[in-house]
Each structure stands twice: as structure tokens, then as C-alpha cells.
């Protein structure tokens, strides 16, 4: 019997877990009960009654695999740790408890996969949200496509399913900050794009500020692209040239129409303020890649696990600060 692995991150969703947990084995019970489902939950550090809820479930299902960070390390980090304990055949990345992508794909998933592909990715093509969130991920997808050098389609995130192969060129990737969606893409292997409707959070606040949406779309122009940089490089081109060329001007001006030639406070202000602010924007460019080689280069673990519930001792150097796992 193969093994479907979801991994399910979650931060303060104690009113959606066990509904997140019943949906799963439901579905799989009743459209796909040739293959066996490895649930792993990768909890962030939840303040309210979320870890307890997932002690009681994995202590009734040894399907059910329960890892607690020791502190909140963002969905990226958590998710990519969680994998890391995958022992299907294939495995759903990211189904978030909110269940905002909706678990009754899955099915269609599995039969894609089964019939040779390798990724099979959804696609949120139709969002039950907000105005400002829509135009906020419009912005997103859009900056990314124009920017990355690997093709990253729109509305394509961490819900997919990926085979085995997959999962160990994903998981070789050395990264403290992963943006998954990007690594799975850059792997290549064969694809298909699945379209499904986002749909409204039930219960719950989400978690996902514009702010933090910000820092994934940063680090994902960061991580996969070096058109900042280019745009660095050729912007001090054109204007070191634009400079040489008005000096030029300037002088050939004087000589021959002194009164026309500019000078005085104001041209000497404007000019310094405009070139100083495209110096620190520049300088912002480049801290952003400077940041992320310091923290790559710092090396230590992706996050720092303060329990494992139904997961062998780990052989891969994760770190658990109580040295307590129960299986």
C-alpha cells in the first residue's frame, strides 16, 4: 500500500485542527482507500490550546506525526522542517488547517501523480478574499514572474503534491530562508497546473499579514533573481553617464553662452538629494543580499523543535530543546 503524506502547518488554530484532521482521514477513507495517510503537523509555537488538541489526536492515530517548534519560525521554515519526516511515496507540501485550500483536491492529485506526473501543483485561480488582499498578491505574483529566473506561475503556492524524487531534490537545498514554491519549481521534473477556488476562512483570524506577505515576496526576488542588482548595476551606468555628459554640456555652455549655463545652490541640492537617494536605495539593494548570506552563512538548524509526538529520533541534526520524543 503506497503512503500519501500532507503536511499541515499551523500557529493558534486549536478550532481547526482536529476539523483539518477528521476532513483528511475522512477523504481518504471514503475516495482513496487503496493508500495509507501520514499526517504531519508542524505547530509554530501555539499560545492557545492548538498543541494539546494535536496530543490528543496523535495519541489515538500513530498516523498522526506532531512536531512543536520551540518558538514561531514563519510557515516556510516550519513546513520545510515538517518534511523532513515524510516517509510517503508522495506528499501534499503545505495544507494549512484553515483548510483555505481545499483537502478534496487531493484525490485529483493522486491520480494525476499516478499517471506519471511528478509535481502536480495548484493553481488558486478564483479567491474568496478581500479587494486588498487580491490586489496585494496580484502585486506579489506579478513583481516575482517579471523578476525570477526560474518560471514561477501565478497563484501557484505550496499546495501541491510532489513525489518522492522531488522531495529529495527539495529537501537537498541548504537554505535558511526557504521559499518552497520557488525551490519546487527550480527542480524541474514534470508538472501539471490544477486550477481550484481559494476559498474564505471558516473559523479564525488568518495569520498572514500584508507585512508578512511583503517579507515572502522580498525574499523570494531575493532568493531567485539577480534583476536587483542588474537594475544597480545598469542604473550607476546611465547615471555616471547622464553626469559626465550634463558637465559636458555644462562647460561648452559657459564658454559660449555663460548666461544660460546652470548654476547656483539650488542645482547643486537637487542633484545631491536625487543622487543620494539612489544610493541608498542601492545600498538597501544590496543589504537585502548581504542579509541573506550572513544568515545562510551562519549556518544552524532551519528551526528549533521543542517536541516530536510519534516521530522517530531524528538523524538529520534537528534540535530539540527538552530532548523529549514520544513515540
Known amino acids: 500500500m503506497k503512503t500519501i503524506s500532507v503536511v499541515s502547518p499551523c500557529y493558534n488554530e486549536e478550532d481547526n485542527v482536529a476539523i483539518c484532521y477528521e476532513t483528511v482521514k475522512a477523504l481518504f477513507a471514503e475516495q482513496l482507500p487503496g493508500y495509507r495517510c501520514e499526517h504531519i503537523f508542524v505547530d509554530n509555537a501555539s499560545e492557545d490550546g492548538t498543541v494539546n488538541v494535536l496530543r490528543e489526536i496523535a495519541e489515538k492515530d500513530a498516523n498522526v506525526k506532531v512536531i512543536v517548534n520551540a518558538r514561531n519560525f514563519g510557515v516556510f521554515r516550519s513546513t520545510f ?49 478581500g479587494l486588498v488582499l487580491r490586489a496585494a498578491r496580484s502585486i506579489f505574483y506579478g513583481t516575482i514572474n517579471r523578476l525570477s529566473d526560474v518560471e514561477l506561475r501565478p497563484n501557484v503556492g505550496e499546495f501541491q ?85 550634463f558637465s559636458l554640456f555644462s562647460v561648452v555652455l559657459y564658454f559660449f553662452e555663460p548666461g544660460l549655463a546652470p548654476r547656483g545652490t539650488t542645482t547643486i541640492i537637487v542633484s545631491l538629494f536625487f543622487l543620494s537617494g539612489v544610493q541608498l536605495l542601492f545600498i538597501g539593494m544590496l543589504g537585502e543580499y548581504i542579509t541573506a548570506i550572513h544568515n545562510q552563512v551562519r ?16 538523524s538529520d541534526g534537528s534540535i530539540v530543546t527538552d530532548g523529549h520524543s514520544s513515540a
Not at 495544507?95 to 506519471?116: A, H, K, N, T, Y
Request: proline share 6%.
Open 299 to 314: 549556518g544552524g538548524p532551519v528551526v528549533i523543535e521543542q517536541e516530536r509526538i510519534n516521530v522517530d529520533p531524528a
Open 81 to 129: 522542517n515538517g518534511l523532513r519526516y515524510v516517509s510517503g511515496d508522495a506528499v501534499v507540501v503545505m495544507l494549512p488547517v484553515d483548510l483555505q485550500d481545499p483537502p478534496r483536491m487531493i484525490p485529483e492529485f493522486v491520480s494525476l501523480w499516478e499517471s506519471g506526473y511528478d509535481v502536480v501543483a495548484g493553481a488558486r485561480d478564483t479567491r474568496e478574499e
Open 161 to 245: 503534491l510532489i513525489d518522492r524524487r522531488v522531495l529529495g531534490a527539495v529537501l537537498a537545498h541548504n537554505d535558511h530562508y526557504p521559499y518552497i514554491r520557488g525551490i519546487i519549481a527550480a527542480c524541474g521534473f514534470r508538472r501539471v497546473i490544477v486550477p481550484y477556488t481559494w476559498e474564505a476562512r471558516a473559523r479564525g483570524l488568518s495569520k498572514h499579514s500584508l507585512l508578512a506577505m511583503m517579507d515572502q515576496a522580498l525574499n523570494a526576488i531575493f532568493a531567485f533573481s539577480r534583476a536587483p542588482m542588474r537594475f544597480c548595476t545598469l542604473s550607476g551606468l546611465v547615471i555616471a553617464t547622464i553626469c559626465v555628459l
